[in-house]
């Protein structure tokens, strides 16, 4: 029997989208405004999926406080009122809200193990969202 | 040509985790602040999809006034202003928001025909959401 | 590594629902004030769910202005501020929100290269939407 | 003590803004696409607010039962899934949302009397919405 | 120059509504399934607003991190996961949700400083809130 | 007869709360991770507010499409998808939520003529909003 929790995280932060491949012109060309050098910002909100067994005895898929301590150490702390270009997963790699949903998808397949996650799901704007449910590794 | 009709439907329950087979300690370590034995209660908003062909003169895959009908009487005319923990469903199961996912799922399965039940969602609070799209019956 | 992008989008129009092979009394049977020949409306909201590979260069499935430009012309254009039953499509379909996803899902499917839709979800009210995700066309 | 309940309730409708006072082009010039004869929708959600004291031993403004029976009679029956040009009191005053909301102010305000009605909200789509607090009445 | 800020805060906790002073009919007759012995229970959304001058420097009202403080350790820490009936503030006053956002008010009104509390906002449900501003106390 | 329409427009920026006139230690004191250099940014959902009577004839407060013309000329394209700290009105004042409604406010009450701006509410997270409702102007 197999169920799903969505647990929904908040946070603000930064970003310039530019790829250093680029020209400056074709860097604004695909851009736009994004790719000014001071940069803007978002809200984003993280929709975490994780799939499991209901345990029969407990009556959940797992321990929402342990999803919660890991995504608020691993993930809240390190992107929050941050700006994404500063960080060493997004020198090589934009940090478009795609490669967002990416890289935090990884981190919690790799470090989260009470439960699978299966799905990350990333509200950028009230009009868009991006999701991502795992594959080959981004940068492998 | 499958399509597929998502409904919601909102009621206010209250309930209290605990587990018969624990002991009071663990019952504290496991549920926190929810396993007090007042209870506590929540807005559930219950989203019930249903899977079927458009049927091409009516151009509805079924008639959402027979299932809110069903809903309406079977589901929260039942739980709606109660506390889950009194009903005989939860006697021996613990009435987590994934079990509610799950008895409602299965109460809708098994009461409703005009259309075939793919999905029960709960949005438990603004934050928290499980999703059951059936499997073996919960007790079996 | 797929991954998928939805783009949200608005637009408000009315619609009578109607089926031509029905008489006046099954009509109002199967439609209740649906049927009224005044009308009424909606503000739809839609969700396009477009999937692919994110490049690994400009971190993004598609260019997101491309899609708007094309939902902007296609669909927004057409049926916003509009009555839907004055549109050939809907001439021998009834323009309930079922019909009108199959519709908007296959616009964009046949009209839209960047990228390859896979889902449209219309949310019609605060409670109710429909999703499509392809098949055999609507009408063949 | 003075506070303040807030309901919302939903319906669906069409409208078409014309004034008849106008040329056919002023028409146009003034309303848009608003204007074209076969109307459009919305979905409107209508928030109505009472102010009163708190009675002491109930701990109610008033009771929310006698309100929601007054507004499901008087207002979601008469408006709920019909074309609002179709009733007299639009007749000859343009059913734009700001005027519906002084309509539906000055029907509470004259026909429901266990509390006093002070503001009322509609939100005509995710992006407008109009509130009316009383003052003289609309057509005299 | 006067400016408000907002600040929105959820916890989740039951109630039961039921007045000492009335007979279990009159209970019955006046709150319905909500007199319940079991009670029920709704997510709460409480929106505090604070008044203030914008400080010149500092370019804010107050300091949210102190509101954040004030509002977890006596308002969220107390009620949360809680059932309100259980508090001696709510032995002789029947918990409604009106009742709930004075006391809410009095207690910041009374224990906050650095800005002064204007209105609290309680949205019970999808569809009910209550505004309270101050006032007489409420048991004076 | 006095009725209001409250617009709301969204854009995303960034910002930095820094004051020229704080040491070091004393910006990380007072804004904390909201003074880190690289800055970080929001989502803003900006609700203009303006009063007037409703035209008898027109049925309408003012021009929707005039608003929204002045709106995005003067407000959208100038601090959409930008730094907040670059413009010269911030570059003494702190870009604060609180200071940017301010800012907002004055701009719509200075520029736009045909109806009176009577507050410019600003939500700035899910949780956070400022509301801001004119008197004397921010820096005289």
Do not use: W
Not at 6 to 24: E, G, I, K, N, Q
Request: aromatic residues 10%; negative net charge.
């Amino acid at each position: 029997m197999k169920a799903y929790l969505t647990r929904a995280y908040m946070f603000s932060a930064s970003h310039r989208l530019h790829c250093v491949d680029f020209s400056p012109e074709k860097n604004v060309e695909v851009y736009g405004k994004c790719n000014n050098p001071h940069g803007h910002g978002h809200n984003y909100r993280i929709e975490v999926t994780v799939a499991g067994q209901v345990d029969p005895k407990l009556g959940m898929i797992c321990d929402l406080g342990e999803l919660d301590t890991f995504v608020q150490n691993e993930i809240l702390e390190r992107y929050g009122l941050a700006n994404l270009n500063t960080f060493p997963e997004f020198k090589d790699v934009v940090p478009t809200t795609e490669n967002l949903s990416v890289e935090i998808f990884n981190r919690i397949r790799s470090g989260f193990n009470p439960a699978q996650v299966t799905k990350v799901r990333i509200q950028e704007t009230a009009m868009n969202s991006f999701e991502y449910s795992g594959g080959a590794a981004l940068r492998n």
